[in-house]
């Protein structure tokens, strides 16, 4: 069996939008909860195998580079867990060198970081300025550099000091046509030497001739995993068919997206529960289920409007379904007791007009046969 050397589960990255600089403050100081919750990937499962090339897609903000960031060991999941097997090293336009050190100096440090010694190191710096072609610019600070040089020493240093797993993001956009072949070159190497990459593109050119599989991000969240081709050619339909959209339908899908970031839970956890409650026939809560007596749970898409006088409209729209209702809480931020709760049915629109701007939580919760699951099925946090 083929050996995974990057495992990840469930991995979460939870990022805190402040509307006023106190909040955040009072957010690390108190044990309250203060601002609201933007979710850059939410429950990204995926596997790679030794020598195996992964592509991550998708459009700008779908959560590419915050994913990378995370394997790379640059930033920390919020949640999940995440599993890598050997020397990791990444490679970015404007990330993986030190701007105020020569590019020299970048050499040596990076090294260091990855744990060779110095004479290691100093046996490798030779191919790596051959390979980088900086010429004396080795020995002025990165800072003077153009951004095709950064990246061009970047990925020389990268490349040659062996590690086993490396993450490319967008490095070879700003390259010339000699260079970008010149690395592809490379990087070939060092897949046949039984390495790993990550390679983030937008080229999907380039991610066909070097990726075996593909990781399609939406909005922080997997849309399509799978062989290279097949991925890429659903993500190529969709550009094409998104492209087409006039600007208005356009934006109003990137909002929509935006909008579940700030939410978490799709109902999921509270269907599987409810599907598996009997319906109310007196049977004991030892009875063995039975499967004809589930309730059905129907698909249905959370709506949330603001009006212009500072209510809420709220609506689970879907099939219709008399045995299930929902039960909207309503909480400011900062405290524990909600200040409205409301109940209604499929498409029953609930409305609520709040009193003072403020940020606050709302929580969906589903009941079957007028119980009510308290596990949340889905929240949003807003600012008003």
């Given at each position: 069996?083929?050996?995974?050397v990057?495992t ?12 006023k ?6 957010d690390?100081f ?6 609201t919750s933007?979710?850059a ?5 995926f ?7 992964l ?6 903000g779908?959560g ?19 599993e ?5 090293s990444m ?7 030190d701007p ?6 970048n ?9 060779m010694?110095?004479k290691q ?12 072609d900086l010429g004396?610019f080795i020995?002025?600070q990165v ?8 990246s061009r ?7 040659n000091?062996d ?13 010339d ?8 070159t490379?990087m070939?190497?060092?897949r046949?030497?039984?390495k790993?990459?990550i390679?983030v ?5 380039q ?9 399609w991000l939406?909005?922080?969240r997997v ?8 991925v890429?050619s659903k993500?190529?339909k969709f550009?094409r068919?998104?492209?087409?959209l ?5 934006k109003?899908y990137?909002n929509s997206i935006r909008?579940?970031?700030r939410?978490k839970g799709d109902?999921e956890?509270a269907?599987?529960?409810?599907e598996s ?10 009875t063995e289920?039975?499967?004809e ?5 129907p ?12 209510g809420?409209?709220m ?5 219709r379904?008399d045995s ?9 931020q900062g405290?524990?007791n909600?200040?409205i709760?409301m109940?209604y ?12 701007s403020?940020?606050?939580?709302v929580r ?13 099925s889905?929240w949003?946090?807003?600012n008003?």
């Amino acid at each position: 069996m083929d050996e995974f050397v990057i495992t990840a589960k469930n991995i979460e990255k939870e990022y805190k939008i402040y509307s006023k600089k106190s909040q955040k403050y009072l957010d690390f100081f108190l044990p309250k909860s203060f601002g609201t919750s933007f979710y850059a990937l939410d429950d990204v499962s995926f596997n790679v195998k030794r020598g195996e090339s992964l592509a991550l897609i998708g459009l700008n903000g779908s959560g590419k580079t915050t994913l990378a960031n995370i394997l790379a060991g640059a930033a920390e999941a919020s949640g999940g867990e995440l599993e890598t097997v050997g020397k990791v090293s990444m490679i970015a336009v404007n990330a993986g060198v030190d701007p105020f050190l020569t590019g020299m100096d970048n050499i040596v440090q990076k090294g260091l970081m990855l744990g060779m010694d110095h004479k290691q190191i100093q046996e490798r710096i030779p191919e790596i300025i051959e390979f980088a072609d900086l010429g004396d610019f080795i020995y002025q600070q990165v800072k003077t550099y153009s951004s095709g040089m950064r990246s061009r020493l970047g990925f020389a240093i990268s490349i040659n000091i062996d590690p086993d797993i490396m993450i490319i993001d967008e490095a070879l956009s700003v390259g010339d046509p000699t260079f970008t072949e010149k690395c592809l070159t490379k990087m070939n190497e060092f897949r046949q030497n039984g390495k790993t990459i990550i390679f983030v593109s937008h080229s999907i050119a380039q991610v066909r001739m070097f990726c075996d599989t593909a990781l399609w991000l939406e909005g922080g969240r997997v849309r399509e995993a799978g062989n290279c081709m097949d991925v890429t050619s659903k993500y190529v339909k969709f550009v094409r068919d998104f492209n087409a959209l006039d600007n208005a339908t356009r934006k109003k899908y990137v909002n929509s997206i935006r909008e579940r970031q700030r939410r978490k839970g799709d109902g999921e956890a509270a269907r599987k529960i409810l599907e598996s409650m009997e319906k109310s026939s007196g049977e004991s809560d030892t009875t063995e289920a039975n499967p004809e007596a589930y309730v059905d749970i129907p698909e249905y898409e959370l709506v949330l409007e603001h009006k212009d006088n500072g209510g809420l409209v709220m609506r689970a729209a879907g099939e219709r379904c008399d045995s299930v209702r929902f039960a909207w809480y309503i909480y400011k931020q900062g405290e524990k007791n909600p200040i409205i709760r409301m109940q209604y049915k499929y498409d029953q629109e609930s409305t609520y007009t709040f009193e003072e701007s403020g940020t606050y939580r709302v929580r969906l919760f589903m009941l079957a046969n007028g119980e009510i699951n308290m596990i949340t099925s889905d929240w949003f946090d807003i600012n008003l």
